[in-house]
């Protein structure tokens, strides 16, 4: 229990609702409907998707199921590639880059050299034929109760329409109903974009079954209608009319069981879903109550401006004028903590580029796992909102990459453990793929292995890092053992093949994998500390780790991304990967490692504020952990304002009308990471100490948060005014000792497990 952390809560709570005019900040609301894709609204429950277009005469449902996708089983493993290992590490040595690339796009890629796509399930449709004109459109997204909803006015009866995608009850609800009595009619159909599909209806259900074009998997989605009205079978539809109500419940299955199976029977499983689910009345109130013991631990509140009461297209639009919106910062990480809820819930797939949300079967990238930076953005904020169970999702994914990523160490370098390259799919594909010049980044399954340790270092949860966490990070860190070897040139330990991601080809030795191999090393040790075990490996990694080549400061004043002093700094290339050490890592801080933080710096300055969707958000986490708040701050605009080419075509970093993150085209890791780096400003608990306000922007003067997570298991709420802390609320969930900083006062309390301390604004202790 914690009663303080509640009152503070509730009194939050109450000021907040009375402050924002109803729950307005809570809301992406629009006077009009989804004319595009981009503008309608998500909804999902980790495994099944939507996008509600609250169209007038013809609604849109357009649907997914997160393991709709091309291809089958098998492995991508290229058998006997390690023959060909020891002659591309020497070409790379001698100055051969291209040779090493060709000798390695023939010999050690990924079979095949592609991965699969990730694919659009189907559409409802609803037609309703006499709304014609209607008046006072309203279109909302409410972040509170995970539902969108549209009203409006048609020959004086007003309709209602809400819907939301149930994790109880495995279904999308649908539910519309008239003002007046017998006044709903309109007729129900659904479509594909696959060319191998059927529909059929049966009763008052309507079946689509799809089949993609290259691959094994099928699906099949089921419409099922209840109404007080009169219900028929016309032409391929089913109508409804005279009704006052209607729900339609949707389910959608596909035959993929795991990365290894496709026997599953879709037809039973919909037909048993539908079976069970729960009538509107019931199902909405399950599902709310669900969706708010995750949504409800967290809030944060920045203050209003007289934009907050805008639409929110017409808001998104003046805040690049008038960068005076504060509370729609607090609605963008909010809105990031919603996606996440409705994407990634125990037991589904992770997140993928475009979380579960695809309308296309040829999505960019194939709507994949890319884990050079996009998976793991996708996670940044999880811990920190307190949303640890919605990262489960990853750590599934990460278990099974272990297992395909344990034949490709053997198969590609002789080597024990796992390892996984720059992406990955639903048959978790870990082979270099696409071309040898970004496909051979050897990093992938240490970066991912390390968000374990962090789901650890917040939840202080050692069962997990016995039975889960340590075996996977112990595997990832056998192969970088075998893997690493000595640079002629220095002697030193590199990473080789690799590539610094997507900039400058195969290289020997990229900067970033070193700094990620130290830090997965550093994480095997202490955890082989805690759980008091394999003291000799943890000795091994220890003496390994110092062998590793260290960061380099160039003749820029630039932290070198590579062994040798060739950076570019005319290029503004989108990857800053050298900086991994600053930002999710922290070998690079600001106490410990002054000079190093200082090239950081040049670099970041030399790439530049523009980027893609992602870049900016990464960017503003490197301006919080450079404690630069304003520079952070000319990160987020740029990651609200879409940049148009001549052509009115987006054609850099933005948002979307719907608040999506814009690569461009839409990718959802940058709401992920701009929301990260939004609280990265307010605390920073990665250096052993909770640092409070670090780097607070002036936009943001006053506000106040609950629910924040630190490392070490605590939980915080925490007020500031004029920009300066007003109160502060831990928990502590472990017992840890508490270590805050807050400007240069530094206090230190011994903590017991599961009692809460109040704390002034100059940090003494009150309570
Ligand atoms: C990486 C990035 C691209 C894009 C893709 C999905 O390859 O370099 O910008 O985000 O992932």
């Known amino acids: 229990m914690k009663p303080l952390i509640q009152t503070v809560t509730l009194l939050t709570f109450i000021i907040f609702k009375c402050h924002a005019q109803g729950n307005i900040n809570s809301k992406l609301w629009y006077k009009k409907p989804a004319k595009q894709w981009e503008e309608a609204l998500p909804i999902g429950n980790g495994a099944l998707a939507a996008m509600i277009f609250g169209g007038i005469e013809t609604e849109q449902i357009q649907f997914n199921e997160e393991t709709l996708w091309t291809g089958e089983p098998r492995s991508y493993a290229h058998k006997g590639a390690s023959a060909h290992l020891g002659e591309i590490r020497r070409l790379l040595n001698e100055g051969e880059q291209k040779e090493a690339e060709a000798l390695a796009n023939e010999q050690f890629m990924s079979q095949p050299m592609r991965q699969m796509a990730y694919q659009a399930f189907g559409d409802v449709y609803l037609d309703f034929p006499e709304h014609g004109t209607p008046v006072a459109y309203h279109r909302e997204l409410d972040l509170e109760t995970a539902t969108v909803k549209s009203t409006f006015e048609a020959g004086g009866v007003r309709y209602t329409r809400e819907?939301?995608?149930?994790?109880?009850?495995?279904?999308?609800?649908?539910?519309?109903?008239?003002?007046?009595?017998?006044?709903?009619?309109?007729?129900?159909?659904?479509?594909?974009?696959?060319?191998?599909?059927?529909?059929?209806?049966?009763?008052?259900?309507?079946?689509?079954?799809?089949?993609?074009?290259?691959?094994?998997?099928?699906?099949?989605?089921?419409?099922?209608?209840?109404?007080?009205?009169?219900?028929?079978?016309?032409?391929?539809?089913?109508?409804?009319?005279?009704?006052?109500?209607?729900?339609?419940?949707?389910?959608?299955?596909?035959?993929?069981?795991?990365?290894?199976?496709?026997?599953?029977?879709?037809?039973?499983?919909?037909?048993?879903i539908l079976r069970k689910a729960p009538a509107f009345e019931t199902a909405r109130p399950a599902h709310i109550t669900d969706y708010q013991k995750l949504y409800n631990r967290f809030n944060l509140v920045f203050s209003n401006s007289k934009h907050s009461a805008l639409p929110t297209d017409e808001r998104l639009s003046r805040f690049k004028g008038d960068p005076n919106d504060p509370a729609l910062l607090a609605l963008y990480v909010k809105f990031a903590r919603y996606l996440l809820i409705a994407s990634s819930r125990a037991g589904s797939h992770p997140a993928n580029l475009q979380g579960k949300w695809n309308h296309k079967l040829n999505p960019s990238w194939d709507s994949k796992y890319t884990v050079n930076i996009n998976t793991e953005m996708n996670y940044w904020p999880a811990e920190m909102t307190n949303l640890s169970e919605c990262h489960e999702p990853l750590f599934q994914m990460v278990r099974e990459v272990s297992q395909t990523g344990a034949e490709v160490a053997k198969e590609h370098y002789n080597a024990k453990g796992w390892v996984l390259h720059h992406n990955t799919d639903v048959w978790r594909g870990a082979a270099p793929i696409n071309a040898s010049n970004h496909g051979i980044w050897v990093t992938g399954g240490a970066w991912l292995s390390l968000h374990l340790w962090e789901h650890y270092r917040f939840t202080q949860d050692?069962?997990?890092?016995?039975?889960?966490?340590?075996?996977?990070?112990?595997?990832?860190?056998?192969?970088?053992?075998?893997?690493?070897?000595?640079?002629?040139?220095?002697?030193?330990?590199?990473?080789?093949?690799?590539?610094?991601?997507?900039?400058?080809?195969?290289?020997?030795?990229?900067?970033?994998?070193?700094?990620?191999?130290?830090?997965?090393?550093?994480?095997?040790?202490?955890?082989?500390?805690?759980?008091?075990?394999?003291?000799?490996?943890?000795?091994?990694?220890?003496?390994?780790?110092?062998?590793?080549?260290?960061?380099?400061?160039?003749?820029?004043?630039?932290?070198?991304?590579?062994?040798?002093?060739?950076?570019?700094?005319?290029?503004?290339?989108?990857?800053?990967?050298?900086?991994?050490?600053?930002?999710?890592?922290?070998?690079?801080?600001?106490?410990?490692?002054?000079?190093?933080?200082?090239?950081?710096?040049?670099?970041?300055?030399?790439?530049?504020?523009?980027?893609?969707?992602?870049?900016?958000?990464?960017?503003?986490?490197?301006?919080?952990?450079?404690?630069?708040?304003?520079?952070?701050?000319t990160m987020i605009r740029k990651l609200f304002n879409p940049v148009y080419d001549a052509g009115q075509k987006m054609s850099g970093g933005g948002s979307y009308p719907n608040l999506f993150d814009a690569h461009p085209p839409f990718q959802i890791d940058g709401n992920f990471g701009g929301a990260a780096g939004i609280l990265e400003t307010l605390v920073q608990s990665h250096l052993e100490e909770i640092n409070i306000?670090?780097?607070?922007?002036?936009?943001?003067?006053?506000?106040?948060?609950?629910?924040?997570?630190?490392?070490?298991?605590?939980?915080?709420?925490?007020?500031?005014?004029?920009?300066?802390?007003?109160?502060?609320?831990?928990?502590?969930?472990?017992?840890?000792?508490?270590?805050?900083?807050?400007?240069?006062?530094?206090?230190?309390?011994?903590?017991?497990?599961?009692?809460?301390?109040?704390?002034?604004?100059?940090?003494?202790?009150l309570k």
């Open 462 to 633: 050692k069962a997990f890092l016995q039975n889960t966490a340590y075996p996977l990070m112990k595997g990832a860190a056998a192969f970088f053992l075998d893997f690493l070897v000595k640079d002629p040139k220095t002697g030193m330990l590199i990473s080789s093949p690799s590539n610094s991601p997507e900039n400058g080809g195969l290289v020997a030795g990229p900067t970033m994998d070193h700094q990620i191999i130290r830090a997965l090393f550093k994480a095997c040790i202490e955890t082989a500390g805690i759980l008091k075990t394999d003291a000799a490996f943890a000795e091994q990694l220890a003496q390994t780790s110092k062998q590793i080549a260290p960061n380099h400061v160039g003749r820029y004043g630039q932290l070198q991304e590579w062994m040798t002093d060739i950076d570019d700094t005319t290029s503004h290339h989108r990857h800053v990967s050298h900086l991994w050490g600053v930002y999710p890592g922290e070998e690079i801080t600001p106490t410990a490692t002054p000079d190093l933080l200082k090239a950081a710096m040049k670099s970041l300055n030399y790439r530049g504020d523009d980027g893609t969707g992602w870049s900016l958000a990464w960017k503003i986490n490197y301006w919080a952990r450079f404690l630069d708040g304003e520079h952070a701050y």
């Open 693 to 765: 306000l670090p780097a607070l922007p002036k936009a943001l003067p006053d506000g106040r948060v609950s629910g924040l997570c630190a490392r070490g298991g605590f939980e915080m709420d925490m007020n500031w005014a004029k920009g300066k802390l007003t109160g502060l609320t831990i928990h502590s969930k472990a017992g840890n000792i508490c270590k805050l900083r807050y400007g240069s006062k530094v206090v230190s309390i011994p903590t017991s497990k599961g009692k809460t301390y109040l704390f002034g604004p100059d940090l003494t202790i």
């Open 163 to 272: 819907a939301f995608a149930s994790y109880p009850a495995k279904a999308i609800y649908y539910h519309i109903t008239s003002s007046q009595k017998g006044k709903l009619n309109f007729a129900v159909r659904m479509d594909a974009i696959h060319a191998k599909k059927e529909v059929k209806i049966n009763g008052n259900e309507i079946e689509l079954s799809v089949q993609v074009d290259k691959g094994a998997l099928n699906g099949i989605a089921r419409v099922k209608v209840i109404t007080d009205g009169e219900l028929k079978q016309v032409e391929g539809k089913l109508t409804i009319s005279n009704a006052t109500r209607a729900t339609l419940v949707l389910a959608a299955a596909t035959n993929y069981l795991d990365y290894k199976t496709v026997s599953g029977d879709p037809a039973t499983k919909t037909a048993g």
